[in-house]
Structure formats: structure tokens, C-alpha cells
């Protein structure tokens, strides 16, 4: 049977290593790289060098599946796809609701909200597509899916020049 890392109060020390890392991955949100973050969650360099190694391994990709199912993200990826923030716009009190919800309306995917008014003006409220989070959704996704062509790059005229070396034998 093979060893999988020593044991203290009863958790392999690999699994306690990462759930430490799955934690940190989840406070940080992607900002620093996965190879920092096994360092601070006690991963040698050599092994926090190539991270592929670690998520390869049956017991990642177990914690992965248990904190992360995949029904839960799905769910938020498709939050992500419908997402709107709540935005507001000041019209002249003279501009009549129905004016206002007209103006609102031709903007494809905003609704209103809320109208409050004063005496010298009217604020409309309205929900507007959150395109930033929509956009990295669908980024998100294609990665997934594997859908982005591979990147090429021009190099203009690049010349490589090739030099065959023949070692000469004793007669020259």
C-alpha cells in the first residue's frame, strides 16, 4: 500500500495541505498565482513549481467535486450571465413617467425601476445589464468548452539558420 504523506489528528498531511490551498484559493479570487498559494499552503517549491502535478491527483480533484460540484457552478456561471446592477439617471421634473419608462426602455436590456421625483427633478432607477461580469462569464465558458482558437503569433520574417556539424574522422 502506497503512503500518502504523514498523519496528524487523523487527517493526511496532503489533504490538510489541500484543503489549505482550496481555502486560500477561494479568499483570494484568482489574484496570485496558484503557485504562491501552494507555497503558503506548505508545498514544497519544487511541487508548488508545477502545479498540474497536484491537480491531477485523484484527492484534488475529490475536494474540487465536494466544494465545488459542479451544479453549484453552473448555477453561478448562469448568475454571472444574467447579472444587472442598479443604475439611476436625473431628468427634468418636466419629463413625465411615461416619458421616462419610453426613454429607459430603448436601451436593449435596461429596466425601470423606480421613479422618484422632487420638485425640480426626477430620478429614474433601473437595472442595467452588468456587461463586465456577462463578458468574463462567457470568456469563463469558452475556455471550458475549449472553444478559443489556439493563439498565433506573427513573427515576421523570422530566419533561423541551421548549421550541420560533421565530425571528421582521422582522415580528414
Not at 51 to 74: A, G
Not at 77 to 97: C, G, K, Q, R, W
Not at 110 to 128: E, T
Amino acid at each position: 500500500m502506497k503512503k500518502t504523506g504523514k498523519v496528524r489528528k487523523g487527517i493526511p498531511h496532503d489533504l490538510r495541505r489541500q484543503k489549505q490551498l482550496a481555502k486560500l484559493l477561494a479568499e483570494d479570487g484568482g489574484r496570485t498565482p496558484i503557485g504562491k498559494l501552494m507555497r503558503r499552503a506548505g508545498y514544497s517549491d519544487h511541487y508548488a513549481n508545477s502545479p498540474k502535478k497536484m491537480r491531477l491527483t485523484l484527492s484534488w480533484k475529490q475536494l474540487m467535486e465536494k466544494n465545488l460540484p459542479d451544479d453549484l457552478l453552473s448555477k453561478k456561471h448562469n448568475e454571472l450571465l444574467t447579472a444587472v446592477s442598479i443604475d439611476h439617471y436625473v431628468f427634468p421634473n418636466a419629463v413625465s413617467d411615461k416619458q421616462i419608462k419610453a426613454i429607459i426602455n430603448q436601451v436593449p436590456g435596461c429596466k425601470l425601476l423606480k421613479v422618484q421625483r422632487n420638485a425640480s427633478w426626477a430620478r429614474a432607477y433601473f437595472a442595467v445589464p452588468d456587461n463586465r461580469s456577462r463578458k468574463d462569464a462567457i470568456d469563463m465558458a469558452y475556455k471550458l468548452k475549449g472553444k478559443y482558437q489556439p493563439e498565433k503569433h506573427d513573427l515576421g520574417e523570422l530566419v533561423i539558420k541551421t548549421v550541420t556539424y560533421k565530425p571528421q574522422g582521422k582522415n580528414g
